[in-house]
């Protein structure tokens, strides 16, 4: 299983991003999907999470800024990131729960994507 994130750059304060990741391989059922950020110095910290139904979670920070979707059919999911501030600069992982047809549910990590908040 492999987790391809993208769409990462440099944006200045108050723009807009979207993230993607994509998730490929022998999948045979993916559970929560998620978006994790480490920024310099500090440690990896959830940023938003989103259920198989679409229940969604939020850091308190980033709350009626971010949004969280996903596209089951694409194994896909998103991070819309709006009116973003220089303390979103970070490196943005995406996380998925996934299970095969030989393995049960396990972590599977994209290889991280930069975005840079200019201000």
């Known amino acids: 299983v492999q987790l391809q994130a993208s769409g990462g750059g440099l944006v200045q304060a108050g723009g807009s991003l979207r993230l993607s990741c994509t998730a490929s391989?022998?999948?045979?059922?993916?559970?929560?999907m998620s978006w994790y950020r480490q920024a310099p110095g500090k440690q990896r910290e959830l940023v938003a999470v989103?259920?198989?139904?679409?229940?969604?979670d939020y850091r308190d920070s980033v709350k009626g800024r971010f949004t969280i979707s996903r596209d089951n059919a694409k194994n896909t999911v998103y991070l819309q990131l709006n009116n973003v501030k220089p303390m979103d600069t970070a490196v943005y992982y995406c996380?998925?729960?996934?299970?095969?047809?030989?393995?049960?549910?396990?972590?599977?990590w994209g290889q991280g994507t930069l975005v840079t908040v200019s201000s």
């Open positions: 989103i259920g198989s139904g679409g229940l969604t």
């Open positions: 996380n998925a729960r996934v299970a095969t047809s030989r393995r049960g549910p396990f972590d599977s």
């Open positions: 391989g022998n999948i045979f059922r993916i559970s929560d």
